[in-house]
């Protein structure tokens, strides 16, 4: 994986860390897919676009501690 790669993923993580959606999907190509079919969650499912993804990633970050 390329070092930009890796900055990439930790600015992601970073901002999942401090709940901030908009900088999460500024990592995220607009076509980004999140599939979540062998999930356990409420959330199962795929989703597909920052509209998606917003929904689905809005709903986890409620249900973190």
Known sequence: MSQKNVE????FFDARNRRDIDAMLGCLHSDAEFDLTESRSPYR???????????????LLRGVG
């Open 45 to 59: 499912g795929t989703y597909r676009g920052h509209d998606q993804v917003r929904r689905c990633v809005s709903g």
């Open 8 to 11: 990439i993923v930790r600015r």
